[in-house]
């Protein structure tokens, strides 16, 4: 095994064992040398891969909404489809791990600085998301009677909604089957009423 491959092992045994520990712990419970003990790691290898254990947990979210859904925001085709097939895709993406989901959820409201990061990532989807929508509306497609502003603000808030849900080990509802029944039931609700069935 060469070095480059025994960094990456590193790395993901301290994630590994971040995550596990947030699981049993809480995000805020848990100290990076308890990290570390758990992975068999010097607390100072932390610090080569991550400047705190929140820019771990922001690492583990890494993609934004804005990079996996503009992706399909940017095809040819209706705006409500692609805004749908878009979500999807970012549960798909999204780590399907409860645990993971637990613990940036804690870390969101457990520390500033992760709070800090989600709330600018949110706000930056919603700004990207209500031009879009507003075209949609000018086209038929929208319902014009909607604010675009407040159809953005929604989007992000039921996916946050149920990653929350989700989380909370309620029932054995995988993520995806959750995300597909909110977003079905969000896009009818924001259809121009000429369009509904």
Known sequence: ?????????????????AVELFEERGFVSTSVQQITDRAEVAKGTFFNYFASKEDMILELESDTMIQVIGKRLGSEGPFLAQLFEGMLDYA???PMYKSTTRAV???M?????????????????IDYLVPLIKRAQENGEVDKELSAEQIARTAVEAHYGVLMIWSLD?????????MNSVYTTFIEGIRCREQRP
Do not use: C
Not at 117 to 123: A, G, L, Y
């Open 105 to 107: 959820l804690q870390g």
């Open 1 to 17: 095994m060469n070095r480059a491959d025994k960094k990456l092992l590193t790395r993901q045994r301290i994630m590994e064992s």
């Open 109 to 125: 409201f457990g520390s500033a600085k992760i709070g800090d990061v989600q709330r600018k990532r949110s706000t930056q989807f």
């Open 170 to 178: 309620l029932d054995d509802t995988p993520l995806l089957e959750r």
């Open 92 to 94: 798909r993406k999204y």
